[in-house]
T-cell receptor
């Protein structure tokens, strides 16, 4: 158990809908990262937050957004969902800002299925 | 831009034999390198990382990896494979320079240890 929690574990929804994925980092970790894992594109970095502020952006679509709250939990919002958004979404957390070569600790993931 | 390549989609090895999972990388400067393992229906777990110093890095579960700057490689090794090592292995790289940088993951190599 990494100490990172994600809810829900599974999510089934329809195209065009909007969903929110939630992540709670390990105790003491200030950075949260979001990744998408799909069969055709592998593990893709989406976005990183550090202590409430956006720190780095990866291959995140404009339909997707994230935020980190004062209690350090983070939410990833996916809107106007398409079939291709079906994937495993992982959250990871780490100490520090990410500028250091820190280890990222991954949550168990949320499996999203868009029908 | 940084990138990482895992040239083998799958590696099969007999239990008790040594195993190697290959990884090569490309960064503009000096790299930070990581190996993670993913068991079925689980998040990624950290195995080991190279930051600086000794080219041979020892990690969890008896795994080790050797940093080779001239060959830009960071192959994962274990002297004697266990059936329980069967999983998906990811190599990841991050450039040391440039401030807040995302970690780029490889596409993963499925390791199958045959009893």
């Amino acid at each position: 158990d990494s100490g990172v929690t994600q809810t829900p574990k599974h999510l089934i929804t329809a195209t065009g809908q909007r969903v929110t994925l939630r992540c709670s980092p390990r105790s003491g970790d200030l950075s949260v990262y979001w990744y998408q894992q799909s069969l055709d594109q592998g593990l893709q970095f989406l976005i990183q937050y550090y202590n409430g502020e956006e720190r780095a952006k990866g291959n995140i679509l404009e339909r997707f957004s994230a935020q980190q709250f004062p209690d350090l939990h983070s939410e990833l919002n996916l809107s106007s969902l398409e079939l291709g958004d079906s994937a495993l979404y992982f959250c990871a957390s780490s100490l520090g800002t990410g500028n250091e070569p820190v280890t990222q600790y991954f949550g168990p993931g949320t499996r999203l299925l868009v029908l | 831009a940084q990138s990482v390549a895992q040239p083998e989609d799958q590696v099969n090895v007999a239990e008790g034999n040594p195993l190697t999972v290959k990884c090569t990388y490309s960064v503009s400067g000096n790299p930070y390198l990581f190996w993670y393992v993913q068991y079925p229906n689980r998040g990624l777990q950290f195995l080991l990382k190279y930051i600086t110093g000794d080219n041979l890095v020892k990690g969890s579960y008896g795994f080790e990896a050797e940093f080779n700057k001239s060959q830009t490689s960071f192959h994962l090794k274990k002297p004697s494979a266990l059936v329980s090592d069967s999983a998906l292995y990811f190599c990841a790289v991050r450039d040391r320079e440039g401030g807040y940088q995302k970690v780029t993951f490889g596409t993963g190599t499925k390791l199958q240890v045959i009893p």
